[in-house]
């Protein structure tokens, strides 16, 4: 079953940020222009394919309610549980255990660490004998955070933070976990970082998975200042991927679950697209919704089947994009003589590049077709022409200079 949870915490005082947040919380802080730090970090999480968020709130939460109580993000709901007194992490965690999935992504609210979430719940799926998948960064001096030591993959040990301490491992605030956590909340308060997730080490029932990926905690004015500084405006490179005969097997225009096959080799490129830092996204005709041979809402249960076998691998469309017009559609609602949309015209790209953050200079189209190649020349980016076999192997090197292109981007 999919993982479609993520819990972030949201009830922190922000003590080390002084009179800054004082009448902010701290993951309200402002980034650029209307756009605060959370809504940088659910953009992150939302892509990932987690559409059921509960913000856990407590100093400041007025705030946060304000700002999201209710909302529907890029077709997330968004759900805020209020502590009415101060219990800690974990007591703000058990607040809300009503509510929690059997698997939930947990993140802090203050920190930022791109990388691909979708390989944390896979991990936990595999194994039944954890509670939980924690992502752990090398920094070359752990002072600031203490750090976590690991043997066989499991975390044995959380040290606390030491002047000096060089470089480690460290906690870098997010992780994957199973909902039977809540029994190591002996009390409250309690703190998850000190008191649960120590436990849970000695017992060897959590992992670590060390990753590569901008990282950052805005819990000083340094570090906020920082985090302004690199994702004020920051965008990133887009793989465009066409659909049927390039990521599924083209048996005629496809729409059944059960006919769902992959190509060789695609899962293996979207993942990879993923762990690059770039941003997978879809492009495709569906003249079938005009033939009148299934409709959209096929269409879109075609693409939920296809997110959660990805999501099972380790892997996530960012963003699914699909023209259903043609010249000779038998209902009128879907005829037309040349929609933008419809490739070779570039819509469905151009469309994408203003609904997210894309660098549009250092993205790519991949294609079987002649007419997706001239979209991508009439979209201003590169085109890939796949000539079926195996897809990693026909586009890694692409795949391997964007990911070089976001590595320098984030450096």
């Keep these: 079953m999919t993982t479609r949870q993520a819990v972030i915490l949201v009830g922190g005082k922000g003590t080390r940020l002084g009179a800054l947040a004082s009448t902010t919380p701290k993951p309200l802080m402002a980034i650029d222009g209307d756009t605060v730090f959370l809504d940088a970090l659910l953009l992150e999480i939302i892509r990932h394919g987690f559409d059921d968020i509960l913000l856990l709130a407590g100093h400041l939460h007025d705030s946060v309610l304000e700002r999201y109580q209710g909302r529907s993000i890029r077709g997330a709901s968004v759900r805020i549980v209020v502590e009415s007194t101060p219990v800690g992490t974990a007591g703000a965690l058990k607040n809300a255990a009503h509510l929690l999935d059997p698997v939930f992504l947990l993140a ?206 380790g892997a996530h469309i960012d963003a699914f994009y699909f023209c259903p017009y043609h010249p000779d559609a038998v209902d009128a609602e879907w005829r037309h003589t040349d929609h933008p949309d419809r490739k070779p015209n570039p819509g469905m790209i151009l469309r994408a590049s203003s609904e997210w953050p894309i660098d549009m200079g250092a993205s790519l189209l991949v294609g079987d077709k002649e007419s997706d190649m001239e979209a991508a020349r009439r979209a201003g980016i590169r085109g890939r022409l796949f000539p079926g076999g195996d897809l990693y192997a026909s586009i890694r090197w692409e795949i391997e200079r964007i990911a070089a292109h976001c590595a320098r981007a984030r450096s």
Aim: net charge negative.
């Design 108 to 313: 802090n609210g203050d920190t930022l660490f791109d990388i691909n979430l979708r390989r944390l719940s896979a991990g936990l799926e595999k194994r039944p004998d954890v509670l939980g998948v924690l992502a752990l960064r090398r920094e070359s001096n752990a002072t600031r955070y203490g750090s976590v030591k690991l043997e066989d993959g499991y975390v044995v040990a959380f040290h606390e933070k030491e002047r000096g301490s060089g470089p480690a491992s460290i906690n870098a605030g997010v992780g994957v976990f199973r909902r039977e956590i809540l029994t190591f909340v002996e009390s409250v308060p309690c703190s998850i970082e000190s008191d649960v997730y120590p436990r849970l080490a000695t017992a060897r029932a959590i992992l670590g998975e060390e990753l590569e990926g901008y990282f950052i905690d805005i819990g000083t004015p340094e570090s906020l200042d920082k985090a302004r500084r690199d994702l004020a405006g920051r965008r990133r490179p887009a793989v465009f991927f066409d659909r049927d005969g390039v990521l599924n097997r083209d048996a005629g225009y496809c729409h059944r679950v059960e006919d769902l096959e992959w190509i060789p080799g695609a899962v293996e490129a979207i993942r990879c697209v993923n762990e690059s830092g770039a941003f997978a996204i879809v492009v495709s005709n569906q003249a079938g919704v005009a033939r009148g041979l299934f409709r959209g809402a096929d269409i879109d249960r075609f693409h939920a089947a296809m997110s959660a076998q990805l999501a099972a691998a």
